[in-house]
Nanobody
Framework: QVQLVESGGGSVQAGGSLRLSCAAS????????MGWFRQAPGKEREGVAA????????YYADSVKGRFTISQDNAKNTLYLQMNSLKPEDTAMYYC??????????????????WGQGTQVTVSS
């Protein structure tokens, strides 16, 4: 069992930056992909970014390309999401997730096996 704990959320003005962290309780070779998702009130959870644990492939939602960067530090079992040029529409609860398999699209929440509790990001105009 892998436990994920997010941190780094907060309130920021539009144009500002935040860096989210997701600490995994343990390293496991069975985790092949990690991702960030977000969910705003009244909306479905959506994929924001994902990285394969080899670190060679990253994926982003169109809405965050060029502004967000996903990265990982394997030595610390930590996943990051650097968010720059934040917009009010980025306001949401952000979750990190880990997948044991390669099946499915990176943005499909159903394909992830472990989830953190979420961290709130609020961007004011």
């Amino acid at each position: 069992q892998v436990q994920l704990v997010e941190s780094g959320g907060g309130s920021v003005q539009a144009g500002g930056s935040l860096r989210l962290s997701c600490a995994a309780s343990t390293y496991t070779y069975s985790i092949v992909r990690m991702g960030w998702f977000r969910q705003a009130p009244g909306k479905e959870r959506e994929g924001v970014a994902a990285i394969y644990t080899g670190g060679l492939s990253t994926y982003y939602a169109d809405s965050v390309k060029g502004r967000f960067t996903i990265s990982q530090d394997n030595a610390k079992n930590t996943l990051y999401l650097q968010m720059n040029s934040l917009k009010p529409e980025d306001t949401a609860m952000y979750y990190c997730a880990a997948a044991r398999g390669y099946q499915g699209s990176w943005y499909s929440a159903a394909k992830y096996d472990y989830w953190g509790q979420g961290t709130q990001v609020t961007v004011s105009s």
